[in-house]
């Protein structure tokens, strides 16, 4: 297997992406500066300059309501640059490693999503993802396309550096109690990631490896509990938060106006990727407690 090509390394995944993929051959990996994904000719000059053997494309446009009003660039960097990717893939024999998100479903559905539920977007994000699968599958190329959700890690911003800096900031915080789904830890996710490359390479031809995959935290939450749960860790490690009163008030979706309509249950079925490459995510509590000892230890003045 020749190198690993990387995009969008200064990302949460895509920065433990590259520390996890080292063990597995050369990486090279690069930042937006160094790859633009909204310009097709730069990604193909570059796969074509490389010839990687595996391209891990953890870059996207995820800005979830900030694409309402952007739906052509988040298009180009969701949408076309993975079938791009996926093309350049195709002619040069490289498997793609390519992400996607819950929120190509609508959250009508009482029961976790599987791979053979049928995704219907209700947000730009949403669709712009859901059309870089459908490119990406339509490409012909070797692929593991892994869905996952509520991404969080100690690399960039994400929902739980928020709640702690608004945690210290306020007395009172509201969050939205009315949409499920399960908080994942992108240092898990590139776990996972390098451990399904590993099993590649040894066989890459085993069609059961290859193709959709949901890849989550086990169990659920919505986004109030998620908030309890990290104020509760945060507090062994957080003088300011210590002996603090803070009220977390459970709110419905419509009391917190967004442009981006989200799902109210986007928690993904994960027995597939169990039974192909025997990966069984912890509960999303257990990588959480994991992750906030982790930001305490390292970060404490960033947060
Ligand atoms: N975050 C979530 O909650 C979530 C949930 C479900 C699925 N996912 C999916 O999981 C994957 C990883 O997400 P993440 O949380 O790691 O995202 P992230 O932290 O927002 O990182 C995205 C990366 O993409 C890069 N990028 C954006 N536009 C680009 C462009 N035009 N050219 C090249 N790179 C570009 C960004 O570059 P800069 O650093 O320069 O901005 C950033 O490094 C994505 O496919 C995402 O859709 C995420």
Redo the contacts with the bound molecule.
């Keep these: 297997m020749s190198g690993i090509l990387l995009?969008?390394?200064?990302?949460?995944?895509?920065?433990e992406l590259q520390r996890t993929l080292a063990p597995l051959g050369q990486v090279v990996a690069?930042?937006?500066?160094q790859?633009?994904?909204?310009q097709p000719d730069a990604i193909r000059r570059i796969v074509r300059a490389q010839r990687p053997g595996i391209i891990v494309?953890?870059?996207?446009?995820?800005?979830v309501d900030k694409a309402e009003t952007e739906p052509e660039?988040a298009h180009?960097?969701?949408a076309v640059?993975p079938g791009v990717l996926a093309e350049e893939a195709q002619k040069i024999g490289a498997l793609l490693v390519?992400?996607?998100?819950?929120?190509v479903f609508d959250g009508s559905q009482n029961a976790p999503y599987t791979e053979e539920d049928a995704p219907n977007p209700q947000s730009i994000?949403g669709k712009t993802?859901l059309a870089g699968e459908d490119a990406v599958r339509a490409s012909g190329c070797a692929h593991v396309v892994l869905?996952?959700?509520?991404?969080?890690?100690v690399h960039?911003?994400?929902?739980v550096k928020t709640v702690l800096r608004l945690a210290r900031e306020r007395d009172a915080l509201r969050i939205v109690a009315d949409q499920f789904g399960a908080p994942?830890w992108?240092r898990r996710?590139a776990l996972c990631s390098a451990e399904i490359l590993r099993q590649y390479r040894e066989n890459p031809g085993d069609a059961s490896r290859h193709g959709l995959f949901h890849l989550t935290a086990a169990g659920r939450t919505n986004w109030h509990g998620y908030a309890e749960e990290i104020v509760r860790l945060a507090r062994q490690y957080d003088a300011a938060l210590q002996d603090k009163e803070l009220t977390i008030r459970a709110i419905a979706t419509h009391e917190y106006p967004v442009a981006a309509k989200r799902p109210a249950n986007s928690v993904l079925a994960t027995d597939k990727v169990r039974k192909a490459f025997g990966l069984e995510l912890p509960p999303w509590r257990d990588d959480l407690a994991a992750c906030i000892e982790e930001l305490y230890a390292t970060e404490h003045q960033a947060l």
């Design positions: 995009t969008g390394v200064n990302g949460q995944l895509g920065w690069l930042t937006r500066a790859l633009d994904l909204s494309n953890p870059a996207a446009y995820t800005a660039l180009a960097i969701n640059a390519h992400y996607s998100t819950d929120y994000y993802k869905r996952t959700s509520w991404v969080y890690g960039g911003g994400n929902f994942t992108a996710l």
